[in-house]
């Protein structure tokens, strides 16, 4: 492994990603699009809904977790299938025999379907603050940046899933896998003071956890707390550990 | 100097022996021909000088360094056997990207492209090319780089007559001005373009030597019996 990171070399990858993704138009729209419709028909679920005395609206718990959860679902699947199609076209392995080293490949790619996401979270929070009036108490920035987090996890998870996978049937089939127990244990079915005690710390050790008391936190304050910034840097910490275990899964010598 | 020393190099895939204790030596600046039937472990070997192959044993050096050093990446180009472009890109686009990879320019990937005589079709998606035209577009993608060592697995596979007469004087050219060349095919009529021939069979190699040398050694002037007058001596050597 090459000792320093080249800008450039990771900027071509990048590039070229998203040259990829140019071309295929209903992707790009699906992206965009599909997000906000699913938040609409939360939306029209809820709406005629009274929410308990005390509590705030259903909608507004659920469907901000869900500007989480979208984003890191989507870039999961969308990141595991290129780079199995890498993989099976037999690019990674002419990849390998160039300069461009492992860590830069994969950077490329969280750097590449990282600002995909950012277009992507812009769109979705601004449907839902503007047709579906999600109550949101703190600044709607954050929840994009918190959104743009959980894409690159699931970005980095779908890297290094991919290696678990040797068809696009098996990349397939691990998505709920990465993502449902993540997405069960999160505290959004019920709340995680109610779990048992073990399930509390399954929930502990799984960074979508975080992800989404980071957004409850914009949600409930004014300004950022210190506990959201805490649960963004744990966020993108696993993103970063599962980049560097993609990277090791890497193998540039095959059988 | 050689630019491949391979020497006694075994590649087991699973239980079974590719290669079975292979030695040989590229020269610099020649097109060397690896000829062989379908599952002669051509491909195995082609891998293992770029660096990409699990190897049991023995050892393969590439300009002076060991095979897959970060050092060769700048200066070793390979094409695989099936065409490993981005079906989703122009050929424009995938030219550059491998440009950009060995620092190179726009200029340099418009080189590579018209090379392989695909100029017209530069602007095209990669998907929407026929089968040699792929492969063509997957060659210009190592060419960009303008490598000492260019590592070809069966790259005229499927091409026309005309295209093939035209990749092989390109290949000279590239080798008259000094690039060396390792070029894998399972038609031996392609093996008397080659200044020097690696046969392969089974894992083993048969003949090194150039083609000439070979016809002597077989006193035939076909090197399709040359192979199979080849392979009977070495039957009779292994069943003595």
Redesign the interface.
């Known amino acids: 492994m090459t000792a320093a990171l080249s800008p450039r070399l990771t900027a071509a990858t990048t590039s070229r990603v998203l040259r990829q993704l140019r071309h295929d138009r209903r992707t790009v729209a699906m992206l965009l699009v599909l997000p906000g419709a699913l938040l609409g028909l939360l939306y029209l679920i809820w709406s005629e809904i009274p929410p308990a005395p005390g509590q705030p609206e259903t909608f507004d718990r659920v469907g901000l977790t869900m500007l989480g959860v979208f984003p890191f679902v989507v870039m999961f699947l969308v990141t595991s299938i290129a780079m199995l199609r890498e993989r099976t076209s037999g690019t990674l392995e002419r990849l390998l025999t160039t300069p461009l080293s492992r860590p830069e490949l994969l950077l490329g790619y969280g750097a590449a379907f990282g600002l995909a996401a950012a277009v992507q979270a812009l769109v979705t929070v601004t449907v839902a603050a503007t047709v579906y009036d999600l109550d949101v108490a703190g600044p709607l920035a954050l929840v994009v940046l918190i959104a743009v987090a959980d894409a690159v996890l699931g970005v980095a998870l779908g890297l290094l899933a991919s290696a678990f996978a040797s068809s696009e049937f098996q990349a397939v089939q691990l998505m709920p896998v990465v993502v449902l127990p993540q997405f069960f244990l999160c505290g959004l079915l019920v709340p995680r003071e109610q779990l048992a005690g073990w399930l509390q710390v399954a929930g502990d050790v799984l960074p979508l956890t975080y992800a989404v008391d980071a957004l409850q936190e914009v949600g409930g304050s004014t300004a950022a707390t210190g506990t959201m910034w805490v649960d963004v840097g744990v966020v993108s910490g696993a993103a970063l550990l599962a980049l560097g275990l993609a990277a090791a899964t890497l193998r540039r010598r095959t059988s | 100097m050689d630019a491949v020393a391979v020497t006694d190099l075994v590649v087991?895939?699973?239980a079974r022996e590719v290669l079975a204790g292979i030695g040989c030596a590229v020269p610099t600046g020649q097109v060397t021909g690896l000829l062989g039937p379908s599952g002669s472990g051509k491909s195995t070997l082609l891998r293992a000088i770029?660096?990409?192959?699990?190897?049991r044993s023995g050892s393969v050096t590439v300009l002076g360094r060991p095979a897959?050093s970060?050092a060769l990446?700048?200066r070793?180009g390979?094409v695989?056997q099936?065409?490993?472009?981005?079906?989703?890109?122009t050929v424009r686009?995938n030219a550059r990207?491998?440009a950009?990879?060995?620092?190179r320019g726009a200029a340099a990937a418009e080189a590579a492209i018209t090379d392989v005589g695909l100029a017209d079709a530069a602007g095209q998606?990669v998907q929407a090319l026929s089968g040699g035209q792929r492969g063509r577009a997957s060659l210009a993608?190592a060419l960009v780089?303008e490598p000492e060592l260019l590592v070809l697995d069966e790259p005229t596979v499927g091409l026309d007559p005309v295209l093939r007469e035209e990749l092989w004087s390109r290949f000279h050219a590239l080798a008259e001005a000094g690039t060396t060349l390792i070029v894998s095919s399972h038609v031996l009529d392609e093996a008397g373009r080659c200044d020097r021939l690696l046969l392969l069979r089974e894992g083993r190699l048969l003949s090194d030597s150039t083609p000439d040398e070979l016809r002597a050694a077989t006193g035939t002037q076909d090197l399709d019996q040359a192979f199979l007058a080849l392979v009977r001596t070495s039957a009779a050597v292994a069943a003595a």
Do not use: I, K, M
């Open positions: 087991h895939r699973g770029v660096g990409v192959q699990q190897v897959g970060a990446r700048s070793v390979y695989t099936a065409p490993s472009v981005y079906a989703d890109l686009e990207h491998f950009a990879l060995h620092g998606l993608c780089g």
